[in-house]
T-cell receptor
Framework: RKEVEQDPGPFNVPEGATVAFNCTYS??????FFWYRQDCRKEPKLLMS???SGNEDGRFTAQLNRASQYISLLIRDSKLSDSATYLC?????????????FGQGTELSVKP | GAGVSQTPSNKVTEKGKYVELRCDPI?????LYWYRQSLGQGPEFLIY????????DSGLPNDRFFAVRPEGSVSTLKIQRTERGDSAVYLC?????????????FGPGTRLTVL
């Protein structure tokens, strides 16, 4: 079983749609959680950190359920520029360094 | 300011050859990471430096892979006797190394192709 698992997609949605990505992680001791965005043939960039209380940044909302070991990302009012691969990322023990564990990524394509 | 830079951007080599990949982190960042990304997969951790020392090298796949950071800034990933399975994008990231939330900033990567 992979340490971080995601729906591989691709998700093809029209502009303005709401889309949700899910992710599960296997190590219950994981402490930090993130969503990264990766454009085609580019490097990953931090989209947002994920907290137990849930957090929102504009059209993006991230949720963490520690009991279920489940992370989600919701994108409202999708834009063409949201087309990218979204990577679910976990850091098991930040006190011992920032080793990040990445999921496979979920590809999103927003169409006009 | 300048971000993380990596050279070369592309490297094509033949099976069995030796390659070196270089990473220049963001100035002042004490933590440096190497990851490898194969097509259709997320990045996979290789090694983490805090200053000059390798704090975690648990991701290096075998003894053909080695990395150094002699002065605590630039790092070089070295691969001996390359194999076709080593073909991937090698990503470097750096972070401030401070306690608390410590965002990793990635470089553009080196695309390695082993023929």
């Amino acid at each position: 079983r992979k340490e971080v698992e995601q729906d591989p997609g691709p998700f093809n949605v029209p502009e303005g749609a709401t889309v949700a990505f899910n992710c599960t992680y296997s190590n219950s001791a994981s402490q930090s959680f993130f969503w990264y965005r990766q454009d085609c043939r580019k490097e990953p960039k931090l989209l947002m950190s994920v907290y137990s209380s849930g957090n929102e940044d504009g059209r993006f909302t991230a949720q963490l359920n520690r009991a279920s070991q489940y992370i989600s990302l919701l994108i409202r009012d999708s834009k063409l520029s949201d087309s990218a691969t979204y990577l679910c990322v976990v850091n098991i023990d930040p006190s011992r360094g920032g080793k990040l564990i990445f999921g496979q990524g979920t590809e999103l394509s927003v169409k006009p | 300011g300048a971000g993380v830079s990596q050279t070369p951007s592309n490297k094509v080599t033949e099976k069995g050859k030796y390659v070196e990949l270089r990473c220049d982190p963001i100035s002042g960042h004490t933590a440096l990471y190497w990851y490898r990304q194969s097509l259709g997969q997320g990045p996979e951790f290789l090694i983490y430096f805090q200053g000059t020392g390798a704090a975690d090298d648990s991701g290096l796949p075998n003894d053909r892979f080695f990395a150094v950071r002699p002065e605590g800034s630039v790092s070089t990933l070295k691969i001996q006797r390359t194999e076709r399975g080593d073909s991937a994008v090698y990503l470097c990231a750096s972070s401030s190394g401070l306690a608390g939330p410590d965002t990793q900033y990635f470089g553009p990567g080196t695309r390695l192709t082993v023929l």
